[in-house]
C-alpha cells in the first residue's frame, strides 16, 4: 500500500500527515524529523528549503513569490547558521549584496528547521523527498483562484475544504485534537496540503539551479 507523507515544521517539532491510494488518512509529530521519514513512503513533499545558494535568492522562490507573494521566504543560504542574529546575517548581505538582500524575521525563525533538512536530506534522497509550497498547492487546488489568508477564519475554511475533496476527511477532527501537541493550525493544515502534492504533484518552479552539495532547487505544487 503506497503512503504519500506531507510534513511542516512547528515550534516544538515536526507535524506530518499521510494518505494513501485508497484514501485511509492519518498524522503523526515528532521532535525528530528522521523518526516520521523513517516511516515507509512512495514519496515526501515537506515544506522547507531544499537546495541552497550560497549567496542571492532562488529563482524558484522568486518565481513562487511572484504567484503567490510573500508567504514565500526570500533568502534562504548556505551561510545562513554562520551569524549569531539576524542584525548580523543582515548586515553582511546588506554590505555584500545590496540592500534589500536580508533575511525576513521569519526566514531566520525556521533557519535551524531548515539545518535540519539540510543534514537529512541528499541527492539520492531527493529522488523521493521534495520541497513543496503548500500556498502554491493550494492555489492549484483552488483552480488559480486567489483563496482569502490563511489566518482569517474564511481562508482556513476554504481550505480545509479543498483538503477534504483531496481525502482528507478527518482533518477538521484532528485539528480538535491537535491541542496539548504545540502544533498550530496552520502546520497541520499545510502538511496535509503537501501530502496531497506527494500524491498528485506533477508541476514544479525551479529544478536547473544545483546547489554546492549536489541539490536540486525546486518548489512542487
Known sequence: ?????????????????????????????????????????????????????????????????EMVGASVFLG?????????????????????????????????????KIKEVDDFITPDRQATICEAHPELIFRKLGNQLRLHGKKLERGRDQRIKLLADQGFVRLSKWLAQRYGTGIGRDDLIDA?????????????????????RGLRMEINY
Open 1 to 65: 500500500m503506497a503512503h504519500y507523507l506531507g510534513l511542516d515544521g512547528f515550534r516544538g517539532g515536526w507535524v506530518a500527515a499521510w494518505i494513501d491510494d485508497q484514501g485511509n488518512h492519518g498524522f503523526d509529530y515528532s521532535s525528530d524529523l528522521s523518526r516520521l521519514l523513517a516511516t515507509p513512503y512512495r514519496r515526501a513533499m515537506i515544506d522547507m528549503p531544499i537546495g541552497l545558494k550560497m549567496s542571492g535568492h532562488r529563482s524558484c522562490d522568486i518565481s513562487a513569490r
Open 76 to 112: 534562504a543560504r548556505r551561510n545562513l547558521w554562520e551569524f549569531a542574529d539576524q542584525a548580523s546575517a543582515n548586515r553582511y548581505y546588506w554590505e555584500h549584496e545590496g540592500r534589500g538582500m536580508g533575511v525576513s524575521c521569519q526566514l531566520w525563525n525556521i533557519r535551524d
Open 192 to 212: 496535509c496540503a503537501c501530502a496531497v502534492a506527494a500524491r498528485d504533484s506533477t508541476a514544479r518552479l525551479g529544478g536547473a539551479e544545483v546547489d554546492p
